[in-house]
């Protein structure tokens, strides 16, 4: 069974941006500054570049945040549908993500 990831924006339903990836296409996370993450996946389209996506996160450092994902992976292992945040519904990962921003490869 394939698992994903999905990110929404908390403008999803005005802009668009939003993003779901199948967890075997997931690169790997690396700091983006004190408070941010950024995640990134094979490109959706093929291209050399990577899809990333920027999780900016309060009373985290990225290194706490990416143990809170590998948790939330361990611990879901039979959910296909991983929701690392829905900024319209505000469900998250965790409590401490304050937005994500989606950047994927035209």
Known sequence: MERYFY???ATVATTG???MYPLS???GMTPAGSAST??????RNGAALD??????????TP???MTEIVEYLQGN??????????????ASVTSKIVSVA???ES
């Open 7 to 9: 990110f929404g924006e």
């Open 17 to 19: 941006t939003n993003a």
């Open 25 to 27: 296409s997931f690169i």
């Open 38 to 43: 950024t995640m990134h996946f094979k490109a």
């Open 51 to 60: 899809d990333t996506i920027v999780v900016t996160h309060t009373g985290h």
């Open 63 to 65: 290194k706490a945040f």
């Open 77 to 90: 292992q039979k959910n296909p549908f991983l929701v690392i945040n829905d900024g319209v519904s505000g």
């Open 102 to 104: 989606v950047t994927t």
